[in-house]
């Protein structure tokens, strides 16, 4: 359990709760989990709350939450950060940061949790790839409990994948300047909670045509 007071009052700040060095060698699957809830006291000024993760070399936001939006009642956050831990050392982050503290009367982080499984929300196992004129078509059978599905792709099946976006529905389209040039392997992950900090990739699908092995 994490708490992060108004007092002693704060403003133009950025204050980080960071982990100690986390090992997943020899993990395929990596799933972060927490609970977050805000309790706010104004809108006048902006707080905000991030979660980051590290990769080794750089530090990437998986999402965040503003006091703008009011008091947040305990919400349930999964992410599958595998892109990011998997095979390597890795660090979580919370970074509070905003205008001024005295406008929050506190954030309160929970139940925060690493492991190899998701026992929240199953996994994306029946992923259909089809090309088209323009680029590939993905689809999926949606998750119950998912709220937004990370989009990945890599050139090689063992190598890395780097996240293209997210989407909001269980299919979707992807023109040929976001794929790797000479060939492309995709993986989805399912999530909730608040978007990750990544591109929409959400549009209406396009027809598919020619298949090709996923």
Same mark, same amino acid.
């Given at each position: ?14 204050? %980080? ?12 699957? @990596? ?29 990437? *936001? ?20 595998? %892109?990011? %831990? ?32 998701? *026992? ?25 409990? *998912? ?5 990945? %792709? ?12 997210? @989407?909001?529905?269980?299919? @979707? ?29 959400? *549009? ?11």
């Amino acid at each position: 359990y994490a708490y992060f007071s108004w007092y002693p009052e704060i403003s133009n700040y950025s204050s %980080a709760l960071t982990s100690n060095d986390l090992d997943a060698t020899g993990m395929s699957s @990596v799933y972060f989990n927490f609970d977050l809830f805000l309790d706010n006291y104004t809108t006048s000024a902006e707080n905000v709350m991030t979660w980051e993760i590290w990769d080794g070399m750089s530090w990437f *936001a998986l999402g965040s939450y503003t006091s703008l939006d009011e008091s947040l009642n305990w919400t349930a956050y999964s992410y599958d950060v595998s %892109a990011y %831990a998997s095979n390597r050392l890795f660090k979580i982050r919370f970074v509070a940061s905003g205008e001024d503290s005295y406008q929050i009367n506190g954030w309160n982080i929970d139940n925060i949790s690493l492991s190899d499984s998701n *026992a929240g929300i199953d996994p994306v196992t029946d992923l259909s790839i089809e090309r088209f004129y323009a680029g590939v078509y993905l689809d999926w059978t949606g998750v119950t409990g *998912a709220i937004w599905y990370i989009i990945y %792709a890599s050139e090689e099946p063992y190598g890395s994948f780097d996240p293209l976006g997210y @989407v909001e529905y269980s299919d @979707v389209s992807l023109p040929e300047y976001l794929l790797p040039e000479d060939k492309a392997f995709f993986k989805v992950s399912a999530g909730s909670g608040a978007p990750p900090d990544l591109p929409n990739l959400s *549009a209406p699908a396009t027809k598919k045509s020619k298949k090709i092995n996923p």
